[in-house]
């Protein structure tokens, strides 16, 4: 039935064109990335910078800020954050950038940080910390306030979290929101319109060998309002984690762009071929999944945010260990 319905849809065709390649030549995954007062900004990640994971290199969490004004002149660098961070959520306040958790070389962090394009630069301020560790998780901004969805509280993918988290920037408090009805999830998508938000596929887990946890990825897709709470989607035609997000919503159609979708197995991170280049578009009124078609940068864990009617999307892991320093940009208008 997906694959009909698949068939009877045909997906706006979306323009894409490159900004300017990031300033760090290796590139980075788990990055965040945000607007404030007109201005892109892109902080955070980790990437490999001594030498390639299959030689033994060492992953390196980043701190670098970097920023480019509304003119589009080129990437500029701020001071950097307090400390390294990853693999969070980023979502655009009034106020500014707001960074979620994420983690570094020593766990899950709980920590929020608000960053502000001022005076020509960028500048950071603690914002109120999440009520407990997280990390892989994601968020968007519905009606006002934040959402955060699933994630880990401890690297290591062994946990995995199905509650929801909710910031009233007016009140600056952190409270639970109704949790998901489902597994638990990690690198999964969102999106937000209107009174809704959506997720989407991710990775959950089962029980593996030795005791420990394994990947088990999820064709899930759930909406949730506070009108109606939880409700079940079409499930995604295959699987996707780890694509852009918050996904971009473009004439009223989702589109999750690249992305795992756990068909490129049996190679070493040394040998992979990179992820596929396959792109799914959700319409949100009529409940129905299309191929929306190759993408020409198919990336994986990486953030998506919305600038000068441009979706946004940076960097990103082309394959297990290899970064990108590409920065791509959709025409939304």
């Known amino acids: 039935m997906i694959i009909k319905d698949m068939m009877q849809i045909s997906p706006t065709p979306l323009h894409w064109n490159q900004l300017a390649d990031f300033p760090d030549s290796e590139g980075f995954a788990g990055s965040y990335a945000g607007v404030s007062q007109g201005a892109l900004i892109v902080t955070g990640g980790a990437n490999f910078p001594e030498k390639a994971m299959w030689e033994g290199g060492s992953k390196r969490w980043a701190s670098r800020v970097f920023f480019m ?86 690297v290591g993918e062994q946990d995995a979290e199905s509650r929801m988290l909710i910031f009233d920037p007016a009140s600056k408090c952190w409270s639970e929101g109704p949790e998901l009805p489902a597994r638990g999830r990690f690198l999964h998508q969102m999106a937000s319109q209107g009174h809704s938000l959506y997720v989407l596929g991710g990775i959950a887990l089962k029980d593996g060998d030795n005791g420990k946890m394994a990947r088990d990825m999820t064709t899930e897709a759930w909406s949730f309002s506070d009108a109606s709470g939880w409700r079940r989607l079409s499930n995604l035609p295959h699987l996707c984690a780890a694509a852009p997000t918050p996904a971009p919503i473009f004439e009223g159609q989702i589109f999750l762009l690249g992305g795992d979708d756990a068909t490129v197995t049996g190679y070493s991170a040394q040998e992979h071929p990179g992820f596929h280049s396959q792109s799914l578009s959700y319409s949100i009124a009529q409940d129905r999944w299309s191929d929306a078609g190759e993408i020409p940068a198919p990336r994986a864990v990486l953030p998506c945010t919305t600038w000068q009617g441009m979706a946004i999307i940076v960097n990103g892991e082309l394959r297990p260990g290899k970064r990108s320093n590409q920065v791509w940009a959709i025409n939304l208008k």
């Open 69 to 154: 004004s509304p003119d589009r002149s080129g990437w500029s660098e701020a001071a950097p954050l307090p400390m390294p961070l990853g693999y969070g959520a980023s979502v655009n306040l009034p106020e500014g950038m707001l960074i979620i958790g994420g983690s570094n070389i020593s766990g899950a962090k709980a920590d929020c940080l608000l960053l502000r394009y001022e005076n020509g630069t960028v500048v950071c301020e603690s914002y109120p910390s999440l009520p407990r560790p997280l990390t892989g998780h994601a968020a968007v901004m519905m009606q006002g306030k934040v959402y955060v969805t699933g994630g880990s509280v401890a």
